[in-house]
């Protein structure tokens, strides 16, 4: 059996190795036990015994490829001294951003004021099968950007836009704090042990050209060239989620190793516009994960088919909800390496 590395190195295997975003969650049993001894959920991803427990519970339980570090994307945030809040029903939340507040980022040893993360990445390499791979990652310096400028999560992200648009020279300050403190990070997490980088930049979709190319291929080339420079060799995917045709050049422009599809990427088609052999990660759609039974399993056989032509890892278009059947996880893990695969 072929290992994430030997995919993301550019080998085509039969059977593609296999994890899921958001694979450590609300979905375990186990991590709802070791989420209840946490203060609340920054203290959790600043705890390195917790997180590290938390980050194996997947690859313990469904024998997955990957271990992918548990943190969040916000953490950046507060290293350039932001408060963030978790609000439970809500999600996190921050006081927005403006001009004045872009001036007054801590910049200086942002990274290092989250770098209790670093001894989790150590501690799961250390306990990590040696055949399993683990992922560190950040978010997209936009997608970052979006929930400092519009303190929440909303799906349109037409404040953040508007700002960009409005406010470019600060934007541009923004967005390279953003950059020099997310390239730190990473380069931490890969000196800490991590075989793999991720980008999350989750927030791809709905931009125009200009804006894609300002607010989201430029930087990732960016913070790419960054660490190149400091001697990381480790391979990078790439998530522009929603991206639509923008991705092509996300592909082609941005120096990532692979690129990870969502739900809505024909993976073949994708395929012939991307650099030849590239890596593809994706893209089972959550919600048939959710549902699970036949339609489950035909979802499963479909991005196996769609993927097959080329270097593939077998993930979802986006992340596992808490409402997910331990079970389905488990079968379509099983139907992906020819075992017995009992949907629910």
């Known amino acids: 059996m072929a290992s994430l590395l030997d995919v993301l190195s550019g080998q085509r295997t039969e059977t593609p190795p296999i994890w899921f975003m958001r694979q450590a969650g609300r979905h375990l049993p186990e991590y709802l036990e070791v989420r209840s001894t946490a203060k609340d959920f920054i203290d959790f991803c600043f705890s390195p015994e917790k997180a590290a427990k938390v980050t194996l519970q997947p690859v313990n339980r469904y024998d997955m490829d ?39 980022l801590t ?9 209790s993360v670093y001894e989790t990445v150590s501690r799961v390499r250390k306990d990590l099968p040696k055949e399993k791979a683990l992922i560190g990652f950040c978010g997209g310096p ?29 934007m541009a300050d923004l967005m390279e704090a953003l950059v020099i403190s997310s390239t730190d990070y990473l380069i931490g997490q890969a000196k800490a042990g991590a075989d793999v980088l991720k980008i999350f930049e989750s ?30 060799d480790k391979p990078i995917i790439g998530f522009p989620r929603g991206a639509g045709l923008n991705a092509i050049r996300y592909a082609h422009e941005t120096g990532i190793t692979a690129i990870a599809a969502g739900t809505q990427m024909p993976l073949d088609d ?9 890596p593809v990660q994706g893209n089972l759609d959550p919600l048939a994960l959710r549902i699970g039974g036949d339609v489950l399993r035909k979802a499963v056989d479909r991005v196996l088919e769609d993927g097959k032509n080329g270097p593939h890892i077998f993930n979802l278009g986006h992340g596992v909800t808490p409402d997910v059947k331990i079970d389905n996880v488990q079968a379509v893990v099983n139907h992906i390496r020819g075992k017995e695969a009992r949907y629910v």
């Open 142 to 170: 936009w997608t970052v950007a979006t929930y400092m400028i519009e303190g929440k999560g909303s799906p349109k992200k037409e404040i953040a836009k508007r700002f960009a648009y409005e406010n470019p020279r600060a």
């Open 107 to 115: 910049l200086d040893g942002a990274a290092d004021r989250v770098s």
């Open 270 to 278: 994708f395929r012939c516009a991307i650099p030849e052999n590239m």
């Open 203 to 232: 927030w791809a979709e709905g931009l125009s050209p200009e804006l894609f190319d300002r607010l989201v291929l430029n930087p990732t080339r960016d913070i790419i060239t960054r660490i190149r420079k400091a001697g990381i």
């Open 66 to 104: 990957a271990a992918i570090l548990f943190a969040d994307i916000l953490l950046i945030p507060i290293g350039l001294g932001r408060e963030v809040r978790f609000i439970k029903g809500t999600g996190p939340v921050l006081d927005p951003i403006d001009v004045e507040g872009i001036k007054a």
